[in-house]
C-alpha cells in the first residue's frame, strides 16, 4: 500500500451506482444472462491486455451453489476497476487477475455479493481491499491508517483473527492439561517415594 491511489468517496460512490447489468445473473451452465469471462475480458482490454480463452476460465460458472455468489462479486469489482483511474494506473494483469480471481474467491465464501453494494461497511472494505491487494492505499491516508481501517472493516481479516484466537485458545489449553497432568504424576511420584 505504499502508492497513493484515488479518493476512497469516489471509490464508494461508483459502488453504490453499480448498474443493474453488473447485478444481472451470471450465466452458469444454461442459466443466467452475463457471459462473465467476456465482461472480465472487456475490463482488461481496457486496463492492459486481453487473454487468450484459457486465461479466462475461472471466470466461468459450473456449479451454482459454489459459483453464483463469486462470479456475482467478479462482476461488481470488474465494474470498481472500470473506473477511469484504474484504467490509467497500468495495473499490472496478473495482480488484477488474482484480485478478480483469488480476492473474490475469498470474500464470497463471508458475504453475499449483494451486500458490497448495499451496506457501506462492506462497500468500503471491497474498495480497501481492492486498493491495498493492487498495492495502493486511498488518497490522502498514510500507509498505517489504511491498514488499520482496513484491518477494522474486513470480514476475512476478521474471521482470521478469530480463527488465530481460536487456534491460541487451544493451544493454551492443551498446555494447562499437560500441566496439570505433569503435576499429579509428579505428586504421585513423590508419595511413592515416601
Known amino acids: 500500500m505504499n502508492k497513493i491511489g484515488p479518493p476512497l468517496e469516489a471509490l464508494l460512490r461508483r459502488l453504490a451506482d453499480t448498474p443493474p447489468d453488473f447485478l444481472d445473473e451470471p450465466r452458469i451452465g444454461n442459466t443466467g444472462q452475463v457471459f462473465v469471462p467476456a ?12 487473454l487468450p480463452q484459457a486465461g479466462l476460465e475461472a471466470f466461468r460458472g459450473r456449479d451454482a451453489s459454489t459459483d453464483r455468489n463469486r462470479l456475482l462479486l467478479v462482476m461488481i469489482m470488474v465494474w470498481l476497476l472500470a ?16 484480485l478478480l480471481n483469488q480476492t473474490a474467491r475469498e470474500l464470497a465464501l463471508s458475504t453475499n455479493a449483494q451486500k458490497f453494494i448495499a451496506d ?10 481492492s486498493l491495498a491487494r493492487l498495492g495502493f492505499r486511498p488518497e490522502g491516508e498514510t500507509p498505517e491508517q489504511a491498514t488499520d481501517r482496513l484491518s477494522a472493516l474486513s470480514v476475512t481479516e476478521r474471521n482470521r ?6 487456534a491460541a485458545e487451544a493451544r493454551a489449553k492443551a498446555i494447562r492439561e499437560q500441566l496439570i497432568k505433569k503435576q499429579a504424576e509428579a505428586s504421585a511420584d513423590k508419595w511413592t517415594r515416601e
Open 161 to 166: 483473527l478469530l480463527d488465530a484466537s481460536r
Open 83 to 98: 473506473d477511469e483511474w484504474f484504467a490509467d494506473a497500468q495495473l499490472p494483469i496478473a495482480e488484477v487477475l488474482g
Open 39 to 50: 465482461v472480465v475480458n472487456d475490463l482488461l482490454a481496457k486496463i492492459a491486455q486481453r
Open 120 to 129: 457501506p461497511d462492506r462497500r468500503e472494505e471491497l474498495a480497501r481491499l
